[in-house]
Each structure stands twice: as structure tokens, then as C-alpha cells.
Antibody, heavy 120, light 108 residues
Framework: QLQLQESGPGLVEPSETLSLTCTVS??????????WGWVRQPPGKGLEWIGT???????YYSPSLKSRVTMSIDTSKNQFSLNLKSVTAADTAVFYC????????????WGQGALVTVSS | DIQMTQSPSSVSASVGDRVIITCRAS??????LAWYQQKLGRAPRLLIY???GLQSGVPSRFSGSRSGTEYTLTISSLQPEDFATYYC??????????FGPGTRVDIK
């Protein structure tokens, strides 16, 4: 059974870089059938797509976050990662990693989410 | 950027009611429109993909459709476990995505 698990610091200082890793078990990041993505949700607010990465390393980013986001993938470790630079309090959110089958164009499996707070 | 609107933003309903939530794109007619259910403190759950495809394990009281520029999620007979927030997700140029702002369904 596929499982995704987010990990990383729960507290980041303003202007610093937020870094999260998603570890996938029960499935391979090397498959050409899936994209892998990040979605965030500020407390009490809606969902926001951040970006998506393919096993080849090709990335797709939200236009509103593109200037601050970098995603990478390590198929040997079955992990993919998110870096969001120059964070502010507005970036405080629960961050989810998720899988998107190429055939579905939707996210069908999700991690449990990781709360990251931006504060000094 | 494609923007998604959802209506209503919230709805109060009773068990057994038929609930209809709509989603509209600011431009174009996305071929790939999905619906999610999210309960407090939980990750979203995929209900509908490709406008009308029912995700495995999702009860048949959930259905999706499109009429013109409006995409609709219908819950035919609301159950106690259906009280949650619902989001649409468009993938107009997959894998670029946009979520709708959400519709909260609560108990009347």
C-alpha cells in the first residue's frame, strides 16, 4: 500500500528557506505513470497547489510561487523535496505531498501533512 | 492564470438532503476537473476525477457532471459522514493545477 510521509523542520525563521522531504513507500518514484506534488493549506484556509515533479526531474510550479520554489527528486532514495525561499508568516501552513497519476490529472494519494510555522 | 470559483461557499443541510456544489473556471473548459472532500485535520480525499469518474471506494451517492461552463458535484442523499469541506481541482494544462476556494457543508 502506498504511503507518503512529509518530514522537515516545524519552525522556520522569516526570510529563511523552508525545506521539506516526502518519503514514499509501497511504490516507486521511478515510474513514468505518476507525477509527485506539493500542496499547502494555511490554517483555516483553502488548498493551494505549489508544484509537481516527474521522475525525470521535470518540474511545474504555481505561477504565484514560481520565483521562490524549487523541487527535486531522488529516485534512489524514493524521496522528493520542496524548498521555498524567503518565507514570511504568510507561508505558515500544513504542507502535503501527494501523488498524481498521469491518467487521472488529480492527486489520488496524500501524506498526512506537516505543519510548518514561520516565526522568529 | 486560470481561477476557479465555487458556489455556494457554505451550505447547511440535513441528513438525506440532496446537495449540489458548482465550480466554474475563469477561462476555457478544463477537461480534467476533480472533486475532493476534506475533514478537519485530515488530508483531502479524492472523490471524482475527470469531471465524472468515481474514485475507487467512494460511495455512489457522489457524482460529478458538467453543463456548459459549470462543473457540478452532487451528493444525492447526504449522510452524517459527509459533513466536510469540498474542493474542486482543475488541471487545464496538466500537471498545472488550481484548487477552488472550497464549500463547507454543515449540519442544519
Amino acid at each position: 500500500q502506498l504511503q507518503l510521509q512529509e518530514s522537515g523542520p516545524g519552525l522556520v525563521e522569516p526570510s529563511e528557506t523552508l525545506s521539506l522531504t516526502c518519503t514514499v513507500s509501497g511504490g516507486s518514484l521511478s515510474s513514468d505513470s505518476y507525477y509527485w506534488g506539493w500542496v499547502r493549506q494555511p490554517p483555516g484556509k483553502g488548498l493551494e497547489w505549489i508544484g509537481t515533479i516527474y521522475y525525470t526531474g521535470t518540474t511545474y510550479y504555481s505561477p504565484s510561487l514560481k520565483s521562490r520554489v524549487t523541487m527535486s527528486i531522488d529516485t534512489s532514495k524514493n524521496q522528493f523535496s520542496l524548498n521555498l525561499k524567503s518565507v514570511t508568516a504568510a507561508d505558515t501552513a500544513v504542507f502535503y505531498c501527494a501523488r498524481s497519476p498521469v491518467s487521472l490529472s488529480a492527486f489520488d494519494s496524500w501524506g498526512q501533512g506537516a505543519l510548518v510555522t514561520v516565526s522568529s | 492564470d486560470i481561477q476557479m470559483t465555487q458556489s455556494p461557499s457554505s451550505v447547511s443541510a440535513s441528513v438525506g438532503d440532496r446537495v449540489i456544489i458548482t465550480c466554474r473556471a475563469s477561462q476555457g473548459l478544463p477537461n480534467w476537473l476533480a472533486w475532493y472532500q476534506q475533514k478537519l485535520g485530515r488530508a483531502p480525499r479524492l472523490l471524482i476525477y475527470g469531471t465524472s469518474g468515481l474514485q475507487s471506494g467512494v460511495p455512489s451517492r457522489f457524482s460529478g457532471s458538467r453543463s456548459g461552463t459549470e462543473y457540478t458535484l452532487t451528493i444525492s442523499s447526504l449522510q452524517p459522514e459527509d459533513f466536510a469541506t469540498y474542493y474542486c481541482l482543475q488541471a487545464g494544462t496538466s500537471p498545472l493545477f488550481t484548487f477552488g476556494p472550497g464549500t463547507r457543508v454543515d449540519i442544519k
